[in-house]
């Protein structure tokens, strides 16, 4: 599938256009999306050169506003400022995109019901290289091959049967890439407690963080084939695997931070339909 977006057929409407959604369109200017054909509404987002920008519905109505695809990018618990408003102008003509976390397709279906396809998309902030991951779910008659355009940009897409995984999708690749990076904050911290200074510290754990991936990536390996190939036989890495995997805590750890953040999402949804 092509990955520019010089072809790209329909006007956009971005509802919310903070980090997410924002690092989205700026990945699909990127791939060639005509601006001409792209309109905020959003009453906080900064200004963006030749992108029509309203600070509601109404303006943007009153502008002659029209669009085929239109994106949820505010949070989960804005759905309800936007959503009755909104409906009014989603049609059978409308791909209803969302990337809230937590509201589910049925949420989407009852209150955009006239449109031609909820789309609910978990992207994350990686989008903005288009080094991100994308989970896709949808109801009604959506066009897959354009919606396949659309996230193809931003980096590796993964089509759901049903969006029934897709909280945990959320936690796991939607907030993952903020464990990562406290991951990486606190060993490059271990390192400066021991002894490295606070720059090289995160320079060489961002790097070996980088690195690792990579290759891991790269050589299709399993990760427990490339620790034995790093870790040698008493010595200095299995000493501190050793301790990484004394008693099974790094496991429930993530364990624990995968549930907390699933089960925020269902609370988003409460939020969302007006019931938390
Ligand atoms: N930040 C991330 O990495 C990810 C975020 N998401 C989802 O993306 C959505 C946005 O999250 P962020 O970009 O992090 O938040 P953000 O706070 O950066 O952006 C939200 C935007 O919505 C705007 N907004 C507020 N009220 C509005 C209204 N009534 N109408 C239109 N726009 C309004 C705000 O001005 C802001 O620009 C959330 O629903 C979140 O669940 C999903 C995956 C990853
Ligand atoms: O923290 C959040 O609620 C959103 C959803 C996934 C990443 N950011």
Redesign the pocket.
Known sequence: MTKSLKDFNGRMLLVGCGN?AGAMLGRWLKAGLDPAAVSIVDPFAAPRGGIAQFASLAEWLGAGGAAEWVMLGM??QQLGDVANELAEVVTGETHLLSIL??VSLVDLAARFPAARAQVRI?P??AARIGAGVSAVASNGDADEAAIGNLLNPLGTVVALPDDSTMDLV??FT??G??FVFRLIESYAAAGERLGLSAEDALKLATATFGGATALLADSGEKPGVLIAQVASKGGTTQAGLDILDSDGQLAALLTNVLRA?RD??RE?ADIARGEG
């Open positions: 997410m949070k989960p976390a937590g978990l994350n902030l959320t936690a939607g907030s890439p903020a953040a925020r999402g988003l």
